[in-house]
């Protein structure tokens, strides 16, 4: 079968696990419906590899093939067909999302047992699965306006999975509206291109794009700054990001797929797509940059002092995710996407791990209350510490390779950009800093009660029901997580997708090592191939010791980290005493979201409330009521006329007849 | 000598014709109207159409008046009450009236009708004998007259019994 | 004499006769301003056939006497019944068809 239609079926799988758990919820039994969606995204996986495997068989220059299985419409220069392209990029997207989706399939499987919403939860997820690989197998801006609709839908749907918990739905409305933001940008970016170039299909768009467009002209400008909009509100980079962190609020497997490793890569990979157009606005893929490198560092500060254990995670994947859109934004495409994967390994197995050891602490998540897990959870804490690694970007780790890459190119590219090596170099002290502050904090010591609980009976401590984040009292039917907690000690599955992905972030590096051997990366160059940036090679002894500071940097770090939290752990205490501004600064997220609320959502609501006080009022209800009442008033004239006396009936007779007398009188005159 | 009959017959015939309209009580209306067919008799007789003045004299005054006069008498009717319930009716009836009055007039006024000067011939004469035709009016006149005045003197007026009966007059139907 | 006076008259009697039926409410007036406006017809018909000379006005004005006679029966025995039944004989009272 050719390489199109295996993606077909990789769309099918997902799509139709989602309907037949959705329908059969109440036939189905809980295995089998968990069964139903990992084998639905398995089955998506193994269609993704033949895929691949079909691709191979092609010519490294012919591997783009676009199909269609229909048109939308062919009318008045419109040509919108449901259509995909298959080619390195979006195969290389499949394989990541489907790969890291099976895993994050079979981790729920065991820790999402207890829920009463399970069937739900299993076949939103299938959907967003469909719908993220809607997004990055789409071969027109139609159709990937559809996924990335989608997907914020199924990202809406997930994060206020627990519905009855009004954070939770408050943050799922969060989400949302800033998405919408984006997803304005982007529907606006996509008619302007259909304005300057006539057509919404990518290859007929990229090919025409530099015939078109001139260098840093206004259109393309514009269309590639929209585009961000629309990237930077799914990716959380500032200053659309407020929603990514209130996203904690949805189960733990959620934030491993979506706010990990899937739905906020979106942004990068429509980067990474359009690419031609960003090549042609300069300036605008300057900005993107500049902003990833922005977010990257303010995430990382934030990370630095969080306390809340998923929360730090969010902003570590913020701030990574700022790696990989100075990556393609400054032409280190496939370092980039090979930052993206190999995050999409380790921030997943990294919230696995976080939820493993917040089931244990039934559900509390503040890591000031946590210690000594590394006694109590053997397996989870490994992962933990893989995982960790791999963020720290230890030597020889998967993180280490890809994300020094982006720094090494950005060096060799030369002029303002050593300023992102730079800094980047200092965003991955901080990286390595706050990652293992939390594992310092939380494996290692003395067993906090839950963790003496565990180690003592081998039971999960379990605690009455209550929302992390406000505390208040919660009960454990449908809506609210179930009374169960799992961790991964005590389920096969959470074991074997943790396994899968702690080997994974450990050894993921080797296949694209500087100069040995550069897997990722040959076979991602020929999309680029039209890029005068993917000509840019640093070369490999400056490879190599881009990365040797890189490691050197890690180790420092977790020097740092480990000074700080195991050796004298009064010193962040007297730190924090002595930066008291600061710290409230940082702790506050930078009062990002405060901002917003002033700028953006005060006025929004006021305008809403002169709407209906004012506006509403007087001219809607005035205008309808003024109808009426003209109605009502020429009607009620009209209605004398008829009062039931003859004697007026005759009179009306008579004053038509003399009227009419009048006329031709005078008509004959 | 024309003329002066033909205004006297007119103020007669205009006067009949306020009466009807002006008179409260329904008997007084019922004789301006006979009054007012007798001038337009005369107005005919003017006109030299001798058969149709007769015929109306004999017709309309002698058949339908007397009718007319029954029914009255029938059924009584006294005056109507001063209140008009629709609004703007006596305001405009007038008006209407008489602006129906110009509109006919100037229509014939402004035509060109030629004056005839010359009589036609006589058209009737010998139909009927006007004295006998005169003397019967007055008899039914004047029985109706003292029946209205005998059901007075009895403290009694029609509109006290039942319509079926008549007082004075042998009941033609079976009592109710 | 001239027939527009003839004319004129007729037409200030026909006048007369709409306001009659404009302004009273009792029925038996009605009729009767109704037989006045029918003379102002027949005083019109009589005197244009003086005025043409042939006699045709005037056979036309016994028709309409004829047929007055008969619009007066249908009429009164209309006011008879509406009397029997002790119906107010008020045309502003009686709107309605009721059996």
Redesign the interface.
């Known amino acids: 079968m050719s390489a199109t239609a295996w993606c077909w079926l990789v769309l099918l799988f997902p799509l139709l696990g989602s309907i037949v758990i959705a329908l059969g919820f109440r036939a189905l039994p809980q295995k089998a419906a968990g069964a139903i969606g990992t084998a639905a995204i398995g089955l998506s996986f193994a269609c993704g590899v033949a895929a691949l495997v079909s691709l191979l068989g092609d010519s490294p220059d012919a591997r783009h093939h676009a199909s269609s299985l229909w048109n939308y419409a062919s009318v008045a220069g419109l040509d919108i067909k449901l259509g995909i392209l298959t080619d390195q990029l979006s195969v290389f997207m499949v394989l990541v999302v489907t790969g890291v989706s099976t895993l994050i399939h079979l981790y729920s499987f065991g820790y999402m047992a207890s829920d009463e919403g399970y069937h739900r939860f299993f076949s939103y997820l299938n959907f967003f699965v469909f719908s993220m690989l809607l997004l990055v197998l789409a071969g027109n801006f139609v159709l990937l306006i559809v996924g990335w609709a989608f997907v914020g839908f199924a990202s809406y749907a997930l994060i206020s999975f627990w519905y009855r918990r009004e954070t939770a739905t408050r943050a799922g409305m969060k989400a949302f509206v800033i998405n919408v933001v984006g997803d304005i940008g982007l529907v606006l970016a996509a008619l302007l291109i259909f304005r300057e170039i006539g057509s919404f299909d990518y290859g007929t768009v990229f090919q025409r794009a530099p015939e078109v467009f001139a260098t840093n002209e206004w259109s393309v400008t514009a269309i590639c700054l929209l585009l961000l909009l629309g990237a930077f509100a799914k990716s959380a980079q500032l200053p659309l990001h407020t929603w990514l962190p209130d996203a904690m609020e949805g189960p733990t497997p959620v934030s491993a797929l979506i706010h990990a490793a899937t739905m906020v890569t979106a942004g990068v990979y429509l980067i990474a797509r359009t690419h031609a157009l960003f090549v042609l606005a300069p300036t605008a893929a300057d900005i993107a940059a500049f902003i990833g490198l922005a977010t990257l560092l303010v995430a990382a500060t934030i990370a630095l002092v969080m306390t809340d254990l998923k929360r730090a995670i969010a902003y570590s994947t913020m701030s990574q995710i700022g790696y990989m859109v100075v990556g393609v934004s400054i032409g280190a495409y496939g370092a980039g996407m090979f930052h993206l994967m190999t995050h999409a390994f380790f921030k997943a197995l990294l919230f696995m791990a976080a939820g493993s050891i917040i089931a244990a602490m039934a559900n509390e998540q503040n890591i000031d209350r946590m210690s000594g897990f590394g006694r109590a959870m053997r397996f989870t804490s490994i992962a933990m510490l893989c995982g960790g690694l791999a963020l720290a970007a230890f030597p020889l780790t998967s993180g280490f390779f890809s994300k020094d890459e982006i720094l090494a190119y950005a060096g060799s590219r030369g002029g303002m950009y050593v300023v992102f090596t730079v800094l980047g170099y200092f965003g991955a002290f901080l990286t390595a800093i706050y990652t293992f502050r939390l594992i310092f904090r939380i494996l290692p010591g003395e067993p906090c009660p839950e963790a003496q609980e565990l180690i003592d009976t081998g039971h999960v401590h379990h605690a009455h029901p209550f929302n992390p984040a406000t505390g208040e009292e919660e009960d454990t039917d449908v809506g609210f997580p179930g009374p169960e907690h799992h961790i991964a000690e005590q389920s096969a599955s959470m074991r074997v997708a943790m396994a899968v992905l702690a080997f994974l972030a450990l050894v993921g590096g080797l296949i694209q090592m500087p100069g040995i051997d550069n897997v990722v990366a040959n076979w991602l160059d020929p999309v680029f191939a039209d890029s005068p940036l993917a000509a840019i090679h640093p070369s490999t002894e400056w490879s190599w010791i881009g990365l040797a500071i890189g490691g050197a940097i890690s180790l420092a770090g977790i020097w740092v980290a480990h000074l700080l939290y195991v050796r004298r752990p009064e010193l962040p205490r007297s730190l924090e005493a002595r930066f008291r501004g600061l710290h409230t600064f940082l702790f506050h997220k930078w009062y990002f979201d405060e901002a917003i609320d002033f700028l953006v959502v005060r006025p929004a609501l006021a305008i809403g409330r002169w709407a209906n006080r004012v506006f509403e009022r007087f001219v809607v209800d005035g205008l309808v009521t003024g109808t009426e009442e003209t109605v009502r008033g020429t009607s009620g004239v009209v209605r004398a006329v008829q009062?039931?006396?003859?004697?007026?009936y005759?009179?009306l007779l008579?004053?038509g007849?003399?009227g009419l007398?009048?006329y031709f009188?005078i008509s004959s005159? | 000598m024309e003329a002066v009959l033909f205004f006297v017959a007119a103020i007669g015939a205009l006067g009949g014709a306020i009466g009807v309209i002006a008179m409260r009580n329904p008997f007084y209306s019922v004789l301006a109207l006979i009054a007012h067919l007798f001038s337009l008799a005369v107005l005919f007789l003017l006109l030299t159409a001798a058969f149709v003045a007769a015929a109306q004299v004999v017709v309309y005054a002698g058949a339908v008046m007397v009718l007319y006069v029954f029914v009255v008498a029938y059924v009584g009717g006294g005056g109507e009450s001063a209140w008009e319930?629709?609004p703007g009716?006596r305001l405009?009836?007038p008006l209407?009236g008489i602006?129906?009055f110009v509109?006919?007039s100037?229509?014939v006024l402004?035509s060109a009708l030629k004056a005839l000067e010359t009589k036609g011939p006589d058209v009737g004469a010998g139909f009927g004998n006007p004295a006998a035709i005169g003397r019967l009016l007055l008899a039914a006149v004047g029985a109706i007259v003292l029946a209205a005045r005998r059901r007075e003197a009895e403290g009694d007026t029609p509109s006290k019994h039942s319509p079926t009966r008549l007082e004075g007059v042998s009941p033609s139907a079976p009592q109710a | 004499m001239n027939i527009t006076w003839y004319i004129v008259l007729s037409s200030l009697l026909f006048s007369t006769g709409?306001l009659g039926?404009?302004i009273r409410?009792s029925p038996m007036v009605i009729l009767l301003c109704l037989e006045l406006m029918l003379n102002a017809g027949n005083l019109a018909l009589v005197a244009f056939s003086r005025m043409v000379g042939n006699g045709q006005g005037q056979v036309f004005a016994v028709i309409v006497m004829v047929i007055a006679a008969c619009e007066v029966v249908v009429g009164l025995g209309l006011i008879v019944a509406i009397f029997r039944r002790k119906l107010p004989l008020n045309?502003?009272d009686?709107?309605e068809l009721r059996g």
């Open positions: 009062n039931g006396f003859v004697r007026s005759a009179l008579i004053a007849f003399a007398a009048l009188l005159s | 319930p629709i009716q405009l009836a209407l602006a129906l509109e006919l100037v229509a402004g | 709409v039926i404009l409410r045309v502003d009686l709107r």
